[in-house]
């Protein structure tokens, strides 16, 4: 039998999905002029309009077309706590009932983002929360945007001369360069004057090291970079961070050197998850000296976050003070992470949102319980 009109219908475009250039393509697309798109971004960007109607500068026949051919599609907030520290943590439900979560870190100086790039994350990195929930499906580019879109319509009102929210970081769950279509056609729109309008120093990728989206990174979207480093050597960085044993430390290094060498020079971030008797004992530091030497970079020194499940525990207060000291000396920029709003669950490497599992990662590891996630039933 052959498909009638209804099973050839198109579904409508979602305008969230798409950046500056993907914009005046569409509307190029309807017989429209591309100044079009300009018009579209600044209603959702810089003034939170998703309604067709009040989109006043846009022509009576324009706004009825794109009510039958487009949409203004955003995941959908199914939980907002507050720590006492001020921090804030959402979790979003998406489409088919996943779920991720983002977080807000005010800071006197600045207001830091986290945001998620998957549902999961197929790394399985032992040292977080988010891994072991599993992967089910890279995010689309309205489902990190909109991450940005709703923190800003929750903290700022649309006020942009009272911005909240000075910095993005894809940190949250997942790994942003597995992502990476998606991921920097949303950085396009962190970027772009006509959406946030941040600076590349205000967006931050945080990587485990998938070294060939190093380099196209470099040459497509050159934000700042941090990396998750958290061990001075292969033998323990492949049982905390698998995807070394394809991309090994020397690799991932030269990667940076040439990733702070693109362009303008900039430092490269290195990400140290400090676990007690693990990765925190004073031949670790100067291995880390060593390993780092000559390397414009700073590096995050971050007391591990305990979840349901876990044997690793966080080191010391005096022994990361200890390690900090060291790669100090050596004349190594150091700075150690303030956990911040661990009473929500909402602390670095403790994000595991509500994941269908694809991986069957849940067969070999002890589950998270949803309520020690989720803090609330969202189902």
Not at 39 to 49: A, D, R, S, T, V
Not at 358 to 368: G, I, K, M, Q, T
Request: proline content about 6%; aromatic content about 6%; hydrophobic content about 40%.
């Amino acid at each position: 039998m052959a498909p009638g009109p209804a099973d050839l219908a198109v579904e409508p475009a979602n305008l969230f999905d798409m950046n500056r250039a993907d914009m005046a393509a569409f509307f190029v697309g309807l017989g429209e002029k591309p100044y079009r798109a300009e018009q579209i971004l600044k209603w959702l960007y810089h003034h939170g309009c998703t309604d067709l109607d009040a989109m006043t500068n846009l022509s009576r026949a324009l706004r009825q077309r794109l009510a039958e051919q487009a949409g203004m599609v955003l995941p959908e907030v199914a939980l907002h706590e507050s720590s006492r520290d001020g921090t804030h943590k959402w979790v979003l439900r998406l489409a088919g009932g996943d779920c991720i979560e983002m977080v807000f870190i005010p800071e006197p100086d600045r207001g830091t983002l986290c945001v998620s790039s998957q549902v999961g994350c197929a790394l399985d990195c032992s040292f977080c929360s988010t891994a072991r929930q599993g992967f089910n499906r890279n995010l689309t580019v309205s489902e990190i945007i909109g991450q940005v879109w709703l923190a800003h319509q929750a903290l700022e009102g649309w006020d942009r001369d009272n911005r909240v929210i000075t910095n993005v970081v894809m940190m949250g769950m997942g790994e942003p360069l597995t992502n990476f279509d998606a991921v920097t056609r949303a950085m396009d729109l962190m970027l772009d004057d006509l959406a946030f309008g941040l600076s590349r120093k205000r967006v931050t990728l945080s990587t485990a090291g998938v070294v060939p989206a190093l380099d196209r990174l470099a040459a497509r979207s050159p934000v700042s970079l941090a990396v998750s480093l958290h061990a001075p050597n292969d033998e323990l960085r492949d049982e905390l961070v698998p995807l070394n044993r394809k991309y090994p430390i020397a690799e991932l290094l030269a990667a940076c050197k040439r990733y702070s060498d693109h362009g303008p020079k900039t430092h490269v971030t290195f990400e140290y998850v400090m676990i007690d008797g693990v990765n925190d004992k004073p031949e670790h530091a100067r291995q880390l000296v060593r390993l780092l030497q000559g390397m414009p970079c700073k590096v995050n020194l971050i007391p591990f976050n305990p979840f349901p499940g876990t044997d690793y525990r966080r080191s010391p207060s005096h022994v990361i003070d200890a390690f900090r000291d060291r790669l100090m000396k050596a004349g190594i920029i150091t700075i150690t992470r303030r956990t911040r709003g661990d009473d929500i669950d909402a602390a670095c490497g403790q994000l595991v949102g509500k994941v269908s599992d694809r991986s069957r990662r849940h067969l070999r590891w002890p589950a998270v319980p949803a309520a020690e996630g989720l803090r609330v039933s969202i189902t």
